[in-house]
């Protein structure tokens, strides 16, 4: 079957129909793609859409009435596989960028956070800054802190801090950071502060990092890691 055939009949033909074919044919099954904002997929990506995550993903998507469902996952993912990493690491965890909550809360539940004995300070002026620019105000930015205080349960380990980063003080040891300021000027700023203040084995990752590599791996070359390019465009760093 020449490939233009095959891709045909593989768009008319059920999943589950078409990878019994290819058992047959002795070659490994394939699925169906699926796009996640930037990312496109055609490998097997259960994780993403089955289980722990996906539930809780699924469960809290709508506290950000501007995303549609599948644009974020990936990221989110990403977020959460990272932040599990540091569940045992000593030190809070941190949220600078907060908006509507939604990564912050998925994490919250995908870490079992409440058992850890961290607090989680989410850090954001709820101005609806989303760039270096001045004045550049998103309407689509949430501006009310309370809507995400709500969204945690009485008395959770939850800290809200109205500033801007970088911070003047960080809140203690901390063993993960995420970031999502939209400012990279700010963003790029808060790293060296944010990267001292981590336990060793803790991470950070910010969804700003390809927007401008030269001024993020100018500031990590000062301290002497390398983070890790997520195809999200999201960068991890972790601590040595």
Request: charged content about 20%; hydrophobic content about 40%; aromatic content about 14%.
């Amino acid at each position: 079957m020449n490939q233009t055939l095959s891709a045909f009949v593989h768009s008319l033909t059920p999943p589950i129909v078409w990878n019994a074919y290819l058992r047959w044919r002795g070659r490994p099954p394939t699925f169906p793609w699926h796009t996640f904002g930037s990312i496109a997929t055609c490998v097997d990506d259960a994780p993403l859409l089955e289980g722990k995550f996906a539930e809780i993903y699924t469960k809290y998507h709508s506290l950000e009435p501007f995303v549609p469902i599948d644009t974020t996952r990936y990221r989110h993912y990403n977020i959460c596989f990272f932040a599990n990493f540091c569940r045992e690491i000593p030190g809070d965890f941190l949220c600078a960028g907060v908006s509507w909550g939604l990564a912050a809360r998925v994490v919250y539940d995908f870490t079992d956070f409440s058992a850890l004995g961290k607090t989680l300070h989410l850090v954001d002026p709820f101005e609806g800054i989303v760039s270096e620019k001045p004045g550049d105000i998103s309407p689509r930015y949430n501006r009310d802190p309370d809507y995400v205080l709500r969204q945690y349960p009485s008395g959770a380990p939850v800290v809200l801090h109205r500033k801007r980063v970088p911070l003047d003080t960080i809140p203690g040891k901390l063993a993960f950071v995420f970031t999502d300021t939209g400012n990279v000027s700010a963003d790029v700023a808060s790293i060296p502060s944010f990267y001292e203040a981590l336990s060793s084995g803790g991470i950070i990752i910010t969804e700003q990092y390809a927007d401008d590599l030269a001024r993020y791996n100018s500031v990590l070359d000062r301290l002497g890691v390398t983070a890790l390019w997520l195809p999200s465009g999201q960068g991890v760093i972790f601590k040595r």
